[in-house]
């Protein structure tokens, strides 16, 4: 058993506004390999890089904000309480939109690792 809270775990930046506390995972405060659980943050009208994993499948919990997210080509808005299920190979981007940061956890399985995260 392992335990933490997310106010111990270290915001990191991904890139310009752009930022992740990595609680469960690979690479977590807690360390697992079945499963990952990240805490996001995009701030108003930055955008995470498209990307696909071949392996993993991506769950994301919309907290606060609003952002618009494609997958394979189709746009999709997220606002706060929206779950989006991602499979594997699932191309995907997303963009803040308004004016406020896009809140966001990420459930990952098998765990995130950074050899799943394709850029396409």
Not at 73 to 89: F, W
Not at 100 to 107: D, R, S
Request: glycine share 8%; hydrophobic share 40%.
């Amino acid at each position: 058993m392992q335990k933490t809270t997310s106010a111990e775990v270290t915001m990191a930046t991904l890139g310009e506004g752009f930022a992740v506390k990595e609680i469960v995972g690979c690479d977590g405060v807690l360390r697992s390999k079945a499963s990952s659980l990240a805490y996001f943050e995009l701030q108003p009208e930055h955008a995470f890089a498209a990307h696909f994993h071949r392996y993993s499948h991506e769950i994301y919990l919309c907290v606060s904000g609003r952002a618009q997210l494609v997958v394979n080509g189709d746009p999709i808005d997220l606002t706060a309480g929206d779950v989006v299920l991602l499979e594997p190979n699932d191309d995907h981007t997303g963009r803040a939109v308004g004016g406020e940061p896009f809140v966001y956890w990420a459930i990952t399985t098998p765990a995130y690792h950074i050899d799943d995260h394709i850029a396409s």
